[in-house]
């Protein structure tokens, strides 16, 4: 049936998005042809927030926002602003050369993508 999911981030510079995510975060990926990159991802999970209207966001998950803050910062990546202390997690954003920004946390909830399918 369902055998995975695809996020599409729209961007004002998609060829710089790509790059990025090609050599910054050095995700696998195919060639879908003309340089469409189609990245692999990590494992993910959903989870459905209420809301007065549809909306969505994408968040990128690591073990420690410390040290990869302090990864990513070495390959030049800008963050969106300081670390924010939730009572989920710790998180910040990522700002991408296209002009968009992704979420970036250290949950302190207990995580799904580990769990059996």
């Keep these: 049936m369902i055998n995975g999911g695809h ?6 510079d998609a060829a710089a998005d790509r790059a990025f995510f090609r050599d910054v975060l050095e995700y696998p990926h195919v060639d879908a042809g003309g340089d469409w990159l189609i990245f ?6 959903l989870a459905v927030h209420p809301s007065d209207g549809p909306a969505q966001e994408f968040y990128l998950m690591c073990d420690d926002l410390d040290a990869t803050m302090a990864e990513l910062g070495g ?21 991408l050369p296209g002009g968009g920004e992704l979420g970036l946390y250290e949950p302190h909830h207990p995580i799904a993508h580990s769990l059996p399918a």
């Design 7 to 12: 996020v599409i981030l729209y961007s004002r």
């Design 75 to 95: 390959r030049g990546v800008e963050f969106a602003g300081p670390v924010s202390e939730e009572r989920w997690g710790r998180r910040t954003g990522i700002r």
């Design 40 to 45: 692999k991802t990590p494992p993910g999970e």
